[in-house]
């Protein structure tokens, strides 16, 4: 097993015309603005993609990105793991582009996709004040505030997410089966 590395943006930058990168957000996350020449894996088909990632681990340094930096830290583990040795961009894309530089965005637009972090507040919220409203009617329906709080907590502790892995499912966050091929072919010519 190898252990991941991690660059700051400086260090990314500077290397970045060397590097494989790799975005492993959701494809709504992805088309709100990546680092310029990241292809989409996201992290949830990661396994699938673990052929053609070795194979283009033979050729060139893997960068693992994501919005904060938490997906692509699991990623690089997962990587790592399976024996490719990849490093991860601290901070992420919020890191990236609070430092100045550039996000690439798909045929220059900008779609109005929420990060997966906003998803979850806004799933965690309303779960919690469904559980809290229903509550009067029927005091089990606060178990379903009592659940996600503790779900939250369990996700603080081990920098994990469930709501977002089951959010990830969610059609407006799948890849379309053409961007997924396409991302895995252009490693393969990597």
Same mark, same amino acid.
């Given at each position: 097993?190898?252990? /991941?590395?991690?660059?700051?943006?400086?260090?990314?930058?500077?290397?970045?015309? %060397?590097?494989?990168?790799?975005? +492993?957000?959701?494809? $709504? %996350?992805?088309?709100?603005?990546?680092? /310029?020449?990241?292809?989409?894996?996201?992290?949830?088909?990661?396994?699938?993609?673990? /052929?053609?990632?070795?194979?283009?681990?033979?050729? !060139?340094?893997?960068? +693992?990105?994501? *919005?904060? $930096?938490?997906?692509? %830290?699991?990623?690089?583990? #997962?990587?790592?793991?399976? $024996?490719?040795?990849?490093? #991860? @961009?601290?901070?992420?894309?919020? *890191?990236? &582009?609070?430092?100045?530089?550039?996000? =690439?965005? /798909?045929? !220059?637009?900008?779609?109005? *996709?929420?990060?997966? %972090?906003?998803?979850?507040?806004?799933?965690?919220?309303? +779960?919690?004040?469904?559980? @809290?409203?229903?509550?009067?009617?029927?005091? &089990?329906?606060?178990?379903?505030?009592?659940? #996600?709080?503790? !779900?939250? +907590?369990?996700? *603080?502790?081990?920098? #994990?997410? !469930?709501?977002?892995? @089951? @959010?990830?499912?969610?059609?407006?966050?799948?890849?379309?089966?053409?961007?997924? &091929?396409?991302?895995?072919? &252009?490693?393969?010519? =990597?």
């Amino acid at each position: 097993m190898t252990t /991941p590395r991690a660059l700051d943006t400086d260090q990314a930058r500077t290397r970045l015309h %060397e590097l494989i990168v790799l975005d +492993v957000r959701t494809p $709504g %996350e992805y088309a709100t603005g990546h680092l /310029p020449g990241a292809l989409n894996i996201p992290l949830d088909h990661l396994d699938r993609a673990l /052929p053609d990632i070795r194979h283009a681990a033979q050729r !060139g340094d893997i960068l +693992v990105v994501c *919005a904060s $930096g938490a997906r692509s %830290e699991n990623a690089c583990k #997962t990587l790592a793991d399976n $024996g490719i040795t990849t490093a #991860t @961009l601290t901070g992420g894309t919020g *890191a990236w &582009a609070a430092d100045g530089n550039a996000l =690439h965005h /798909p045929d !220059g637009a900008r779609r109005t *996709a929420w990060s997966m %972090e906003r998803q979850v507040r806004l799933t965690a919220g309303a +779960v919690v004040l469904a559980g @809290l409203a229903l509550g009067r009617l029927r005091p &089990a329906f606060r178990l379903a505030s009592a659940g #996600t709080a503790g !779900g939250l +907590v369990f996700s *603080a502790l081990t920098n #994990t997410c !469930g709501m977002a892995a @089951l @959010l990830a499912k969610l059609p407006h966050n799948r890849p379309h089966q053409g961007d997924l &091929a396409a991302a895995l072919a &252009a490693l393969r010519d =990597h």
